[in-house]
């Protein structure tokens, strides 16, 4: 059997030319259409090649974190699911100025032990019992943690030219078995008020620049003073369905 490329992870697709070349799906977005097989220039991805791709699905490979601890092997095509969900998917350290990098279940003791002097504790209660909250728009970002379930929180404020986003995020694996929480978010200066209820923490590997595209309170120009956003945050455990 002559493969022309080498069949990455993930795959679930083979197509071949009619003279017996594969190629899987990832790399046959590169080639358009045409077999990059050696000294072979027809056609390729008219025609399946259901024999390769049984053999992909009862393959089993290690995970991508096993140098990180993870002892699985999964199928190919549980592989997207298990590696969301993986304990040892590597986190970054939510403290912009730290380079730290360590799977999930140790990114919270690592804060601890070095960062925990610029943080800011939460109720284990999950009942929405509010924290205040002080975050410098320029530093961007404020660290909230709590010790009985180990998670730690990251509340960011992205300056633009009408005003600075707020929003509230949890370091973690995006998988859905893991624990969901909601937030809601005030700010009251000089009697006006503006109040932000998300339906779920969104929950990220890395803490990033990114302005969100949902899940956020906007507060304008007009209501800022100085460079200090002083909120009430409060962080309430979803029930799993």
Same mark, same amino acid.
């Given at each position: 059997m002559n493969t022309a490329l080498i069949v990455s992870r993930l795959v679930y697709y083979a197509f071949q030319c009619d003279d017996g070349h594969i190629v899987c799906?990832?790399? !046959?977005a590169k080639v358009s259409n045409k077999c990059p097989g050696p000294g072979c220039d027809l056609p390729i991805g008219n025609k399946r090649c259901f024999a390769m791709e049984?053999?992909?699905?009862?393959?089993f490979v290690p995970?991508?974190?096993t140098e990180? +601890?993870?002892? /699985?092997?999964?199928?190919?095509e549980k592989v997207s699911s298990h590696? /969301?969900?993986?304990? #040892?998917?590597?986190?970054?350290?939510?403290n912009l100025e730290c380079n730290y990098t360590g799977s999930y279940n140790i990114i919270y003791g690592h804060f601890m032990r070095h960062h925990l002097y610029n943080s800011t504790i939460?109720?284990? /209660?999950? +009942? #929405?019992?509010?924290?205040?909250?002080?975050?410098?728009?320029k530093e961007k970002v404020s660290v909230l943690w709590e010790s009985r379930q180990k998670l730690l929180f990251v509340v960011q404020c992205f300056k633009e030219r009408h005003g600075v986003y707020v929003t509230v995020r949890r370091i973690a694996p995006p998988a859905s078995e893991f624990k969901k929480f909601s937030y809601r978010l005030s700010y009251s200066i000089d009697g006006h008020n503006v109040t932000y209820e998300s339906p779920e923490v969104k929950r990220l590997l890395e803490?990033?620049?990114?302005?969100?595209?949902?899940? !956020?309170? !906007?507060?304008?120009?007009?209501?800022?003073? +100085?460079?200090m956003l002083e909120l009430k945050l409060g962080i309430k455990k979803l029930k799993q369905k």
């Open positions: 799906n990832f790399c !046959f049984r053999v992909l699905e009862s393959a995970c991508q974190n990180f +601890g993870c002892t /699985k092997s999964v199928s190919y590696e /969301k969900e993986c304990n #040892y998917s590597q986190c970054s350290c939510p939460i109720s284990s /209660k999950w +009942g #929405y019992s509010t924290v205040d909250v002080l975050i410098n728009i803490v990033n620049s990114q302005i969100p595209d949902d899940s !956020f309170m !906007f507060v304008p120009n007009c209501l800022l003073h +100085g460079e």
